[in-house]
Each structure stands twice: as C-alpha cells, then as structure tokens.
C-alpha cells in the first residue's frame, strides 16, 4: 500500500490507488459512522442555508414578526450575510472532509472543526458586513450594502475563506486597539503586568 498524499489537490487524481481498486480504506466501524454523521450534518446544512435565504427573500419573517419594511431590510441583509457566510463555511468544511477521507487524512480530533467551521463562517461574514456597512473597513462604500447581491458575494468569500479573514480581522484590531502580539508569551496568554 502506498503512504497517502497529504496534498489538498495533488497532481495524482488516483489518491494512490491502482485500476480497479474501489473499496474504503477506512474499515474501522466508528470511523466510517463520523465520516457518515459528519457528511450528513454538512450535506443538511448545504441544503438549509439555500432554503433559509428563500425563506428571507419570500418576506414572511416580516409577516412573523410584524416588521416595518425598514426594520425588515436590516433582518434581510444582515440574515443574508450570516447565510451567505455560513453556506461558504459549509462548502469549505465539504471539500475539507472528501478531501481528507480520500487523502486517508482523516481523523477524530478535526469533529470541531468540521462541525463549528460553517457557524464561525456565518458569524464571522455577518461582522464584515457590518464593519463595511458602518464604515469602518473601507473595502467598499458602505452604502454598497444596501445590494443583496454584493452582500451575498462578499458573505459568501468571507464564509469560504474564514481563517484568512480572522487573521486580517486580527490585524485590523491590533491597529484599531494598539494590541501587540510580541507582549504574549508563545502559547497566547499575555505577559504579566510588570
């Protein structure tokens, strides 16, 4: 048997494998049941974000709730982005978890990750957008998230590639809150008060 590939998208299609060679490499029981549980939750969430955004555009929440038009737009954009990141988030965490059962990378210890990442996603697009929308983070006029689609778009990149916007989201609070990395100890915490 050939050691595997650790590679997100190796030049080797095969994962290692010769013709013909179709059974799982993963035979342990508990295994194949989270490789299962996990593609399930994310397979149900790939199918409830798009239905969620329908269920908002279709306007009945502001049916539900009694909302003004007014008060309604703000739950629509905002619900918009918080979907929008967590379908993003929910399409990384798949392409993660085939990627990873294929490459016989697999394991126990990425459940969290795999479970939360969508969630962050939608958390973390849901404060972009509202950065952008107060003007704070210049990326675009704030009035530009008045757009259902670019506030869509943007959730959905945000969503997809949200450990690179917690990481600029980091650098923009060291330089909005003066925070300095160097003044903590190597595993995070904070020096002492000198």
């Known amino acids: 048997m050939s050691l595997p590939t650790t590679d997100f998208a190796p030049a080797d299609p095969h994962d290692g494998r010769k013709p013909l ?37 279709s306007e009945y929440p502001q049916d539900w709730f009694h909302l003004s038009n007014a008060k309604y737009r703000t739950l629509f954009l905002y619900g918009l982005a918080w979907l929008g990141g967590t379908l993003g988030g929910t399409l990384f965490a ?28 939608g958390v ?39 450990d690179s916007t917690a990481a600029k989201l980091a650098e923009i609070a060291e330089t909005i809150f003066g925070t300095n990395r160097s003044s903590q100890n190597k595993d995070g915490s904070p020096d002492a008060p000198k």
């Open 21 to 57: 060679e179709w059974q799982s490499r993963y035979t342990d029981p508990v295994a194949r049941r989270w490789i299962l549980i996990e593609a399930t939750y994310l397979a149900l969430l790939i199918l409830i974000a798009p239905a969620a955004i329908l269920l908002l555009w």
């Open 94 to 121: 798949i392409k993660w978890l085939y990627h990873s059962v294929a490459r016989q990378i697999w394991h126990m210890d990425r459940r969290q990750w795999r479970f939360f990442t969508p969630h962050i996603s």
């Open 124 to 162: 973390l697009a849901l404060a972009v957008i509202a950065l952008i929308s107060s003007g704070l983070v210049r990326v675009f006029d704030p009035k530009a998230t008045e757009s259902s689609p670019l506030v869509f778009g943007v959730a959905f990149l945000v969503g997809y590639f949200s």
